[in-house]
């Protein structure tokens, strides 16, 4: 498996975002059945309430060489029947989506925009990265920058109060919220052109922030509204960009600042080992919160890969002793729970899971933190209280570890002392197994 992480297709990263657009229906083209099934299963278990198309390659098709004629009929058919804003069409890792020509496809139908989204398995090894190329695809497709410009366009998955709180702090330093992507409309990304500026508040997005940059000529600023440096640096790097007053933005982001610093010696962590693994590339800003809050966390692990809009953040964590472990896999960060004795662990579900076999709080990060603003002083005092909590019910965990410590024969013998006692050839000859 090598030193990428054990998790499901990252491919799905790209679907779930592109299914909850509301005026798109995605396109999922691979070589067998297993894929859209897979996608289609996951995405309802995420609330999708979505289906995902398909042309329904089959070994025959492929044989024939008729699936990009299957996929362009398909494409034209839903156009013009059901005529959404947009058609992404998503080719998945297998090697016999790789040479067909998809260049060929038409731009658009009507008003539909028919877009490619590649995602081939041999570069695109996490969600994060996935999110990224969707970005990227339809940043790409978008309308010539208009001259007049104005506003931040909010780029990452955030909590749905987020970009209100974020648009009233830059009220009060002369400007605002001009769109957030991903985003449940084709509309929110054609907004982009008339945003001054780029704020990715996630440090993956930068194929897509990259090619706004080359494209559109838009600047972008790096970071995001979280613990006491980076919301108060955040504010700052808005001034010069958007040409606003700078002695405002300084009053205003200072304090906001000393709102963030009250809020945490609210929910202090001193003293704390947490182990924080992610893949989204959130997980930055939240090593940085509890940094913050005196807690001591020796390493980042996280999926992503080092790319540009991770270096401030990654020197600022170096500076307070984290370091930060790109790509890494589900084996290292079972090694590393040896290193010390942590009181805490923020990470996936099999993380979770083995340190609290070993007595250790542990909070699920995609499900508990992920679904948490961050963002100012709310949302640090928030994520701070969870972790608080967490820790207090030190004792909880210390009876599950004292379970999975028992022999081998703990769980035979709690299943004995309840479990009718049956013949079990009997059993299986009653219930025709045998």
Same mark, same amino acid.
């Given at each position: 498996?090598?030193?990428?992480?054990? $998790?499901?297709?990252?491919?799905?990263?790209?679907?779930?975002?592109?299914?909850?657009? =509301?005026?798109?229906?995605?396109?999922?083209?691979?070589?067998?059945?297993?894929?859209?099934?897979?996608?289609?299963?996951?995405?309802?278990?995420?609330?999708?309430?979505?289906?995902?198309?398909?042309?329904?390659?089959?070994?025959?098709?492929?044989?024939?060489?008729?699936?990009?004629?299957? &996929?362009?009929?398909?494409?034209?058919?839903?156009?013009?029947?059901?005529?959404?804003?947009?058609?992404?069409?998503?080719?998945?890792?297998?090697?016999?989506?790789?040479?067909?020509?998809?260049?060929?496809?038409?731009?658009?139908?009507?008003?539909? =925009? *028919?877009?490619?989204?590649?995602?081939?398995?041999?570069?695109?090894?996490?969600?994060?990265?996935?999110?990224?190329?969707?970005?990227?695809?339809?940043?790409?497709?978008?309308?010539?920058?208009?001259?007049?410009?104005?506003?931040?366009?909010?780029?990452?998955?955030?909590?749905?109060?987020?970009?209100?709180? *974020?648009?009233?702090?830059?009220?009060?330093?002369?400007?605002?919220?001009?769109?957030?992507?991903?985003?449940?409309?084709?509309?929110?990304?054609?907004?982009?052109?008339?945003?001054?500026?780029?704020?990715?508040?996630?440090?993956?997005?930068? +194929?897509?922030?990259?090619?706004?940059?080359?494209?559109?000529?838009?600047?972008?600023?790096?970071?995001?509204?979280?613990?006491?440096?980076?919301?108060?640096?955040?504010?700052?790097? &808005?001034?010069?960009?958007?040409?606003?007053?700078?002695?405002?933005?300084?009053?205003?982001?200072? +304090?906001?600042?000393?709102?963030?610093?009250?809020?945490?010696?609210?929910?202090?962590?001193?003293? &704390?080992?947490?182990?924080?693994?992610?893949?989204?590339?959130?997980?930055?800003?939240?090593?940085?919160?509890?940094?913050?809050?005196?807690?001591?966390?020796?390493?980042?692990?996280?999926?992503?890969? $080092?790319?540009?809009?991770?270096?401030? +953040?990654?020197?600022?964590?170096?500076?307070?002793?984290?370091?930060?472990?790109?790509?890494?896999?589900?084996?290292?960060?079972?090694?590393?729970?040896?290193?010390?004795?942590?009181?805490?662990?923020?990470?996936?579900?099999?993380?979770?899971?083995?340190?609290?076999?070993?007595?250790?709080?542990?909070?699920?990060?995609?499900?508990?933190?992920?679904?948490?603003?961050?963002?100012?002083?709310?949302?640090? %005092?928030?994520?701070?209280?969870?972790?608080?909590?967490?820790?207090?019910?030190?004792?909880?965990?210390?009876?599950? %570890?004292?379970?999975?410590?028992?022999?081998?024969?703990?769980?035979?013998?709690?299943?004995?002392?309840?479990?009718?006692? *049956?013949?079990?050839?009997?059993? &299986?000859?009653?219930?025709? %197994?045998?």
């Amino acid at each position: 498996m090598g030193k990428q992480p054990s $998790s499901m297709c990252p491919a799905f990263g790209a679907v779930r975002n592109l299914l909850r657009m =509301e005026d798109a229906m995605p396109i999922v083209i691979s070589s067998g059945d297993g894929c859209l099934y897979g996608h289609t299963f996951v995405a309802h278990f995420y609330v999708a309430n979505r289906p995902i198309y398909s042309p329904g390659v089959s070994s025959e098709v492929w044989a024939k060489g008729s699936a990009f004629d299957e &996929l362009r009929a398909m494409v034209y058919e839903m156009a013009e029947k059901h005529a959404p804003a947009l058609i992404p069409i998503c080719s998945l890792c297998v090697s016999d989506t790789v040479g067909l020509p998809f260049d060929l496809l038409p731009k658009q139908i009507g008003n539909t =925009e *028919i877009v490619y989204v590649p995602l081939p398995a041999y570069s695109v090894h996490t969600h994060a990265r996935a999110k990224d190329i969707v970005v990227d695809s339809l940043v790409w497709r978008l309308p010539p920058q208009r001259k007049t410009r104005a506003g931040v366009n909010l780029i990452g998955e955030i909590f749905p109060s987020d970009p209100i709180k *974020i648009d009233e702090v830059l009220r009060k330093i002369g400007t605002h919220v001009n769109t957030h992507v991903p985003g449940p409309r084709w509309a929110d990304y054609v907004a982009m052109v008339d945003g001054a500026v780029n704020a990715p508040l996630h440090p993956f997005y930068s +194929e897509s922030v990259k090619r706004m940059k080359m494209k559109q000529g838009l600047p972008f600023v790096e970071g995001a509204p979280v613990g006491i440096d980076g919301t108060y640096r955040w504010i700052l790097s &808005l001034a010069e960009p958007l040409k606003l007053d700078p002695a405002i933005v300084a009053r205003v982001a200072t +304090e906001e600042r000393d709102r963030v610093a009250a809020a945490i010696s609210g929910h202090r962590l001193d003293g &704390l080992n947490v182990m924080v693994a992610g893949y989204e590339g959130h997980e930055f800003l939240l090593v940085r919160l509890l940094i913050e809050a005196g807690a001591n966390v020796p390493y980042l692990s996280t999926a992503v890969s $080092s790319n540009p809009l991770a270096r401030e +953040e990654e020197a600022w964590l170096g500076e307070h002793g984290c370091k930060v472990l790109y790509g890494a896999n589900f084996e290292d960060e079972i090694a590393a729970l040896t290193d010390r004795p942590y009181d805490c662990v923020i990470g996936t579900t099999p993380l979770c899971a083995h340190a609290k076999e070993l007595g250790i709080p542990a909070i699920y990060y995609t499900n508990a933190i992920a679904t948490r603003s961050m963002m100012f002083a709310d949302g640090a %005092a928030d994520v701070l209280a969870l972790v608080t909590q967490t820790v207090a019910a030190k004792g909880r965990y210390d009876r599950i %570890a004292r379970f999975f410590a028992e022999d081998e024969t703990a769980l035979e013998r709690t299943y004995t002392s309840w479990a009718p006692k *049956i013949d079990l050839t009997e059993h &299986l000859i009653a219930n025709q %197994a045998i």
